[in-house]
């Protein structure tokens, strides 16, 4: 158990990154109650930018990305594990300054980790990974604020993307119906094979910036782009609905008013999936498993090998990932 295999960005002597997998030893690893044996990871965007150098997801290189990892519990210090349970962890420090699911073991804090729920295999629980759970967060949150089935649409922006894509999925088979927005016209049929009853087109979305207000549509959105697309979701939404925002690969910033505010109540709702309790992570596991299960996660996934992570990681940068890709590490 001395070496293993793991993705590592290293930053060459004229500041460019180079990722590349290799041989590491455990001893390397950071300090921690639990070593996990890593038998499958995701990818995501925050992957792809800790491995193109992005000093504002990771600081110190070399490192394995990778904030997501499912394994077997190979030594713990810790009564709460013990080897050979099959656990969990995603977000935290993980893959960001803490090496990552990208390698073949992790050693993290307890407080990472969660027991894998009975209904879901550790396979299918990196089908979802960050992105499932931030889905599911997003729809939580969007119920809590009064979303509920009916007639009127609701919307997922960056749909056919990681979290788009579940959320597609999530919100379809619990019966809503769902406007999915890509600017991957050829992806129409992906989408409907996910429960969209809609797709929409991405420059729909970004027509009438310079309007303070838009003609009513959505009963909710889930929004994972961010930017000026955002904005025009607030100015677009039914009075009293909400839009739950979990994303920014469309920008960081929009101009905003507050007319949509003051004159429709309508909600803007900040989704975190990193930070946040593990009880509250446990539960949206627990509802992922059960009554939020979803029957069809094969359409969402490409499976890959490490030695293949490489090239999905430009894939991603470039825009080009549809769903999920899962990384297989054994």
């Known amino acids: 158990m001395g070496s293993f295999k793991a993705l590592q960005t290293s930053e060459n002597a004229d500041g460019r990154f180079e990722t590349r997998v290799l041989e590491r030893e455990i001893e390397e690893l950071p300090a921690g109650e639990v070593l996990i044996r890593v038998r499958y990871s995701s ?112 919307l997922v922006t960056g749909a056919t993307g990681g979290v788009g894509s579940i959320a597609v999925a999530l919100l379809a088979s619990l019966g809503y119906n769902v406007a999915a927005v890509t600017g991957k016209a050829d992806q129409a049929d992906f989408l409907t094979r996910l429960g969209a009853k809609q797709v929409v087109e991405r420059g729909a979305l970004q027509a009438g910036l310079e309007k303070p207000i838009l003609k009513e549509q959505w009963a909710g959105a889930v929004d994972t782009v961010g930017g000026e697309i955002l904005f025009n979701v607030v100015k677009s939404l039914r009075r009293g609905a909400s839009v739950a925002c979990c994303g920014l690969t469309a920008g960081t910033n929009f101009q905003a008013n507050v007319l949509p505010f003051i004159l429709r109540g309508v909600n803007l709702l900040g989704v975190d999936s990193v930070e946040i309790p593990l009880i509250t992570k446990a539960s949206m596991w627990d509802k992922l498993s059960l009554q939020w299960k979803l029957p069809n996660l094969d359409e969402l996934v490409h499976e890959i090998t490490l030695q293949e992570l490489p090239d999905a990681i430009e894939r991603i940068l470039a825009g080009q990932q549809v769903g999920r890709v899962l990384v297989r590490l054994d």
Request: charged share 20%; with cysteine; aromatic share 6%.
């Open 43 to 154: 990818l995501n965007y925050k992957d792809a930018l800790s491995a193109s150098g992005n000093r504002g997801v990771t600081r110190n290189f070399p490192h394995t990305p990778g904030i997501d990892a499912a394994g077997v519990v190979a030594e713990s210090s810790v009564s709460e594990f013990a080897a050979g349970d099959e656990v969990i962890v995603t977000g935290y420090d993980l893959g960001m300054n803490t090496a990552g699911g990208f390698g073949q073991y992790i050693r993290v804090p307890a407080a990472w980790v969660i027991k894998r729920p009975a209904g879901l295999s550790l396979r299918d629980a990196m089908v979802l990974g960050t992105a499932g759970l931030t889905a599911a967060l997003c729809v939580d949150k969007l119920e809590q604020a009064g979303l509920e089935p009916g007639d009127d649409p609701v």
